[in-house]
């Protein structure tokens, strides 16, 4: 059954207060299922939906739901309930809530909130967005290292009542340094011998990542080892916290997204499509539309450039668009191969020259391809055999630079330690709209001898 189908049916039982109905409801399906059926309902729809579900499953239910719709629940509702609310969720879920709330209702809310997990949100707010200590979660299993099996088990049942995951449980020394860690299984395995001192049970030499390492490079680390959770240090190796991998998965599905939007020419929104205000969204995509406004009338200009050698060989007007147009495809093929293969870390920085060969390699394939059949139409728009040379050694010409281009210029912006994804395709279409013109007219002037153009 589709959202929409079933909101005629929850709002019914809203407005008979059909408690035994809306009680099933918030009990029957998955709690993410629960969520995505409520979509189309209000702020003040969703709460009282939600006031039909035992406490555990209200704040599963709740989690569930995006981020600006958890806003708008939170800013509808009594602000005692909402920082109940608050307190009972996940500690990084805690954090995206209140950051997308107007700092006078944060400033309502934060004091209705126990002190500890007050403490643990401003602690966690003070992280820069995009960092591994922004996305992490402080709930986590720990132990101490020098407690028996039997002991962990009494801990580990005593703290999972208030934990997010406990797939692994870390072990941690006096001062809270990350010493390693057991998994649930390892424990479980070991009950037959439950004096069994954790120091001799645990894992050493962990994968870790520091609180300031950019999320891109936490979810490859996790994918790297396939981790369910990774744990999070300071410098100082103190144990912070961990990111599971279900956070890991909204990182990626982030960037995915990000670097969709950068490639294809539009800054990334923030935010989601219909939700982004019109001025911000024609101001994220006016950018980079001015930008490759103002190289589409440099290409103009180099063109008009050119004027007297197009009066006098008109039949080369024809293959314009075949030129450049060859030239920006083959640069965006190679740059989105790049700008992919750096972000799935299958290519280094250091390995630019082997990309360099490889992508001369596939130019000269291409273009000679490409060449074949440029040739071909040539001869039947203009029969002189020797004229034509022209289109097919421009369009080698053309189509290695370009995939030349589209490979160096992501390189080269992951080494200023910019977003490859910075240098999108409408960018290296542009530049090798202007490129591809100088090479035509330069290989048509030097084959058919014709007087070099005066450059305004």
Not at 360 to 369: D, E, P
């Amino acid at each position: 059954m589709s959202n929409t189908l079933y909101l005629p049916e929850l709002r019914e039982m809203l407005a008979e207060q059909d408690s035994e109905q809306l009680r099933e409801f918030c009990t029957a399906l998955h709690p993410a299922r629960t969520a995505e059926f409520m979509e189309g309902l209000t702020a003040e729809e969703s709460w009282a939906v939600l006031q039909h579900a035992e406490e555990p499953s209200l704040v599963e239910i709740f989690s569930f739901i995006e981020v600006a719709k958890q806003a708008e629940i939170v800013e509808s509702i009594d602000r005692e309930e909402a920082g109940d609310l608050i307190a009972q969720l996940a500690s990084d879920d805690r954090v995206d809530i209140l950051n997308s709330l107007p700092p006078e209702t944060v400033s309502q809310l934060l004091p209705l909130l126990p002190a500890d997990e007050r403490r643990d949100i401003l602690r966690l707010q003070a992280y820069p967005e995009g960092t591994a200590g922004a996305i992490m979660t402080t709930d986590f299993a720990k132990i101490s290292e020098s407690i028996s099996v039997q002991d962990a088990l009494h801990e580990i049942a005593h703290q999972s009542e208030e934990l997010e995951t406990i797939y692994y449980i870390y072990v941690v020394d006096e001062e809270n340094h990350l010493q390693g860690l057991v998994s649930a299984r390892q424990l479980v395995s070991s009950m037959g011998k439950p004096q069994t001192i954790i120091r001799d049970l645990m894992e050493r030499g962990l994968v870790t990542v520091k609180h300031d390492d950019d999320q891109e490079h936490v979810a490859a680390e996790v994918a790297r080892f396939d981790l369910l959770a990774i744990p999070v240090v300071d410098d100082e190796r103190h144990m912070l916290g961990i990111i599971t991998h279900d956070d890991v998965i909204d990182v990626v599905r982030e960037e995915a997204i990000a670097d969709a939007h950068r490639i294809a020419g539009v800054e990334p929104l923030g935010d989601d499509y219909l939700n982004t205000a019109l001025f911000t969204l024609a101001w994220k995509r006016g950018f980079w539309l001015t930008l490759m406004f103002i190289a589409a009338l440099l290409t103009a200009l180099t063109l008009n450039s050119f004027h007297s050698t197009i009066e006098k060989v008109v039949w080369l007007v024809m293959f314009i668009p075949l030129v450049i147009s060859s030239g920006g495809n083959s640069g965006n093929q190679s740059a989105t191969l790049v700008i992919t293969a750096l972000n799935s870390q299958h290519l280094k920085i250091s390995d630019w020259w082997a990309v360099v060969r490889r992508e001369v390699a596939i130019g000269l394939l291409l273009g000679g391809f490409l060449a074949v059949i440029g040739y071909a139409l040539a001869l039947l728009v203009h029969q002189d055999p020797y004229d034509v040379v022209v289109i097919p050694l421009t369009l080698i010409l053309v189509v290695i630079s370009g995939t030349l281009v589209g490979a160096i210029l992501p390189l080269g912006f992951a080494r200023l330690g910019l977003d490859p994804a910075l240098m999108s395709n409408p960018c290296v279409a542009g530049i090798m709209d202007i490129l591809g013109i100088l090479i035509y007219f330069t290989v048509a002037i030097y084959l058919l001898r014709i007087p070099l153009p005066s450059l305004p």
